[in-house]
């Protein structure tokens, strides 16, 4: 089992290549393009706005919060934002109980206005600490809260509840006003996560090479289903970043010892918010994959590809509980249950299960947007393409699917989202987007829309 899982490992990583190498062709073509244009004042003075243009934004980045790296303290900030969102998704299709293809509208949903409260303080030159907190109507947790201790900028320790760092989005989901766009990538929609989002421990630092820095990023904690012997996660990340480009490899194993671990939910009580599906006795799996994120020409580009190998067992009565309670189509019957899938439900027992599930689950997506300057604030125009195959998962969330993956036929599908990001002045962002699922159910290629209008409004103090 070892090797077939370093062997995908090695794949994935591969299939990423085409998608980074894409995408560093265009930052390494488009200067060229602009050098042969000549001295045309407008074209310099369109360079010297471009110069403008950050990667890799966050929160405090907008807010001018960042580069406290030269003080030697600094008091109690607090700072956040207010956010209210509404979506529709229209022409939805399911099977009827003749097994046709009929469709239906979902109900226009507001989301409760919502806040997030980022607070920290920089402590003296070494130890800096900082907390989420999340407010709801009816909800209030603390997202994040740690302390970080600096020997050198090649040696830190990060202690508490904190993000791991992975790709380009894990750390700043909850950055909801400076994100190009709504949702986030498929790799971090909550119904299917690829792994778990939070850590406990990280050792961390960075370096100076050639015209960036090198960074590196270890953390471990608990396996995702709590304290378990034997278990012993791991995650990583090394990265490369200028002013205009960040690429690097992002990876996880759920445990570097012999150990498998469970899911975090039981069965029907929702999806996981960790890569363990609750119908599985157990499960070892690593993820591994690319990333890059660049400014091209007034462009922003970001792209990553990424793959989860699975080495599970299916626990027989759960499976048996979701075929006679989940409504799954034929094709995940078909691999629940092997030869045994012609049986009544009736008749099945747990021997009639296929416990054994090795499979892979990829997703990769491509972003691009383009900011705009004008007198009436900035505007930035977008394009996300979403890709993701997982042939174990099911639809029904309640029993741990996505209804997305779950939904198709063989566990695939796209979505393509267009939008805007208004900007009318410094603190307010208001977005508009609409995307189209595309995947095949019940025999046949099938679509449906989905529009979203999100609102938020950020503060510091």
Aim: aromatic share 12%; proline share 5%; glycine share 8%.
């Amino acid at each position: 089992m070892k090797t077939k899982q370093k062997s995908r490992t090695l794949s994935a990583s591969f299939r990423a290549m085409p998608i980074l190498l894409s995408s560093f062709g265009l930052s390494a073509l488009f200067p060229h393009i602009a050098a042969a244009q000549g001295d045309d004042p407008d074209l310099d003075a369109q360079a010297m706005a471009l110069e403008e243009i950050v990667i890799d934004v966050d929160l405090k980045d907008v807010l001018g919060l960042s580069g406290n790296d030269e003080v030697e303290s600094s008091p109690l900030v607090l700072f956040g934002y207010v956010r209210s969102n509404v979506e529709k998704v229209f022409q939805i299709p399911d099977i009827d109980a003749s097994g046709n293809t009929v469709k239906a509208d979902d109900p226009i949903e507001w989301s409760n206005p919502n806040f997030h409260l980022f607070g920290g303080s920089k402590i003296n030159n070494n130890l800096e600490v900082e907390f989420n907190l999340f407010g709801a109507e009816d909800e209030f947790k603390v997202v994040t809260a740690w302390g970080n201790f600096r020997y050198n900028d090649l040696l830190q320790v990060k202690v508490g509840k904190q993000y791991r760092r992975f790709g380009l989005f894990n750390e700043k989901l909850d950055h909801i006003p400076v994100f190009m766009g709504i949702e986030p990538p498929e790799l971090f929609d909550k119904d299917h996560l690829l792994l778990p989002r939070t850590t406990t421990l990280s050792v961390h630092g960075e370096l100076p090479f050639a015209e960036g820095t090198v960074s590196y990023w270890l953390s471990t904690d608990n396996p995702e289903s709590g304290t378990a012997h034997g278990t012993h996660p791991l995650g990583y990340d090394v990265r490369y970043k200028t002013d205009t480009l960040l690429f690097g490899l992002s990876g996880y194993f759920s445990s570097f010892s012999d150990g498998e671990t469970q899911s975090n939910v039981a069965l029907g009580s929702g999806s996981p918010s960790g890569g363990v599906l609750p119908w599985m006795a157990g499960d070892k799996y690593n993820v591994i994959g690319g990333f890059l994120e660049t400014a091209i020409s007034g462009f922003i580009v970001q792209t990553g590809y990424f793959q989860a190998s699975h080495e599970a067992t299916r626990d027989p009565l759960s499976v048996l509980q979701v075929i006679n309670e989940a409504n799954i189509n034929p094709a995940q019957r078909a691999r629940f249950l092997g030869l045994n899938a012609g049986k009544a439900d009736a008749e099945l027992v747990a021997s009639d299960v296929v416990t054994r599930a090795d499979y892979d689950v990829e997703t990769a997506y491509f972003r691009i947007g383009y900011p705009l300057r004008t007198d009436i604030g900035s505007i930035t125009p977008y394009f996300h393409w979403d890709w993701m195959d997982n042939p174990e998962t099911i639809r029904s969330k309640s029993y741990g699917g996505d209804n997305e993956s779950g939904a198709a036929d063989d566990g695939e599908f796209t979505k393509y989202s267009v939008g805007v990001v208004y900007n009318p002045f410094d603190g307010v962002a208001i977005k508009l987007d609409s995307s189209v699922h595309e995947q095949q159910f019940n025999g046949r290629k099938e679509t449906y829309p989905e529009v979203r209008l999100d609102f938020s409004l950020t503060f510091k103090m």
